[in-house]
T-cell receptor, first 113, second 113 residues
Framework: QQQVKQSPQSLIVQKGGISIINCAYE??????FPWYQQFPGKGPALLIA???DVSEKKEGRFTISFNKSAKQFSLHIMDSQPGDSATYFC????????????WGAGTKLIIKP | DTEVTQTPKHLVMGMTNKKSLKCEQH?????MYWYKQKAKKPPELMFV???????INESVPSRFSPECPNSSLLNLHLHALQPEDSALYLC????????????FGPGTRLTVL
C-alpha cells in the first residue's frame, strides 16, 4: 500500500515534443505529491508538487495532472528541450508515511535534438 | 536561498578507515535527513533528525553513525564500511513536518575499496 508505481522506466522524446511520465499509488492517505528532477552526479531537485484538492498545476513548461479517483498523477513536459534530459522521480507523502517520501522507481528521460 | 551544502563531493576509503560526511543548511529548517542512493534507484531514507533529535533510523547498520551538532549541521560518521556501501549519500532538509518540501544537497559520492 505504500508503493508508488512509475512508468515508463525510460523515455526518448524529440526536441519540442511532449514528455509524459505517469505514477500510480494505492494509499489514499497520501496527501502531497512532489516530482523531483535529478541530473547525473547531483541531488534531486524539487520540480513541482501538487496536493489532491487540485486536479492540475502548471509551472512554466511543466504540468502535473492529478486524478484522485483513479489514484494516478502524471508529469507533462511541454516543448521538451535537451536540457530537460534527466531522471525524474515522482513521490508521495502521507500522515502514515511519517517523514518518508515514498518514491517511484524513476524515469530516465532523453530529449533528442 | 534553498541551498544544502555537502562535503566532500567525492570520498574514497578503505574498509578499515574512519571518515565523516558533512551537511549544512542555513534555511532555518528543523528537520534534516540522510539518504543513500544507488545507481538508477531512488534515494533510500537512512536517518531523520527533527529539532536536533534522531527521530527515525531506518534499521541502518551501526557502521553508519549520524550526528546533529546543531540545527544547521548534520554529520554522518563512517567506520568499517563494506564495498556494497559505495553509493551517493544525500543530505536533505525541510522546515519541520513531513508535509514540508525536502531540499536536497548535491551529495557525496562514496567509494569503498
Amino acid at each position: 500500500q505504500q508503493q508508488v508505481k512509475q512508468s515508463p522506466q525510460s523515455l526518448i522524446v524529440q526536441k519540442g515534443g511532449i514528455s509524459i511520465i505517469n505514477c500510480a499509488y494505492e494509499n489514499t492517505a497520501f496527501d502531497y505529491f512532489p516530482w523531483y528532477q535529478q541530473f547525473p552526479g547531483k541531488g534531486p531537485a524539487l520540480l513541482i508538487a501538487i496536493r489532491p484538492d487540485v486536479s492540475e498545476k502548471k509551472e512554466g513548461r511543466f504540468t502535473i495532472s492529478f486524478n484522485k479517483s483513479a489514484k494516478q498523477f502524471s508529469l507533462h513536459i511541454m516543448d521538451s528541450q535537451p536540457g530537460d534530459s534527466a531522471t525524474y522521480f515522482c513521490a508521495a507523502y502521507g500522515r502514515d508515511s511519517n517523514y518518508q517520501l515514498i518514491w517511484g522507481a524513476g524515469t530516465k528521460l532523453i530529449i533528442k535534438p | 536561498d534553498t541551498e544544502v551544502t555537502q562535503t566532500p563531493k567525492h570520498l574514497v576509503m578503505g574498509m578499515t578507515n574512519k571518515k565523516s560526511l558533512k551537511c549544512e543548511q542555513h534555511m532555518g529548517h528543523r528537520a534534516m535527513y540522510w539518504y543513500k542512493q544507488k545507481a538508477k534507484k531512488p534515494p533510500e531514507l537512512m536517518f531523520v533528525y527533527s529539532y536536533e533529535k534522531l527521530s527515525i533510523n531506518e534499521s541502518v547498520p551501526s557502521r553508519f553513525s549520524p550526528e546533529c551538532p546543531n540545527s544547521s549541521l548534520l554529520n554522518l560518521h563512517l567506520h568499517a564500511l563494506q564495498p556494497e556501501d559505495s553509493a551517493l549519500y544525500l543530505c536533505a532538509s525541510s522546515q519541520v513536518t513531513y508535509q514540508d518540501t525536502q531540499y536536497f544537497g548535491p551529495g557525496t559520492r562514496l567509494t569503498v575499496l
